[in-house]
């Protein structure tokens, strides 16, 4: 009878260190992703700025520089960070067009691991002729040894 009270005794000490050990872990895995949640919103905030400065290449810094950076948009798959910018560069820097004032709204961002993570928002376009472009956006993020960086970019106008 004492010995299945000490086992008892014991399997619910070993259950309880086993909880405790889960909720620790629990609770850093929620900081880390508070953490790595308000690192990629920087991230985006001076992609913003750099726009809004007229820094492509800026910009740019948040995509990985890699050729399998992967881009949608307007219906159209691009493949490669090269690509991208130049994409962004024939449609806001050539002759004729304009980059105008960038801003994000309704921002989410959901880390799904350690290097791993998306977010999703809006994208509003101030043009200088008064014209709005705007959609929607939804990023895949991977955490790399220079940090946080954009490896899916996939974004929808909406018709304004």
Do not use: C
């Amino acid at each position: 009878m004492k010995r299945r009270l000490r086992r008892r005794r014991f399997r619910m000490r070993k259950l309880y260190l086993v909880l405790l050990s889960l909720v620790w872990v629990s609770a850093g895995f929620a900081q880390e992703s508070k953490d790595a949640a308000a690192t990629i919103e920087e991230v985006l905030n001076q992609q913003v700025a750099a726009w809004n400065r007229h820094d492509l290449e800026g910009f740019m810094s948040g995509y990985w520089k890699s050729p399998e950076l992967t881009f949608f948009a307007g219906g159209q798959a691009t493949s490669g960070w090269q690509a991208a910018l130049e994409r962004y560069r024939k449609s806001y820097q050539s002759p004729g067009k304009e980059m105008g004032k960038l801003t994000f709204s309704n921002l989410t961002v959901q880390v799904l691991g350690a290097d791993a993570a998306f977010a999703r928002g809006e994208f509003r376009l101030t043009m200088p002729d008064g014209k709005t472009p705007q959609g929607l956006f939804t990023l895949i993020f991977r955490k790399f040894p220079e940090g946080w960086k954009i490896v899916h970019d996939h974004s929808s106008s909406s018709q304004q």
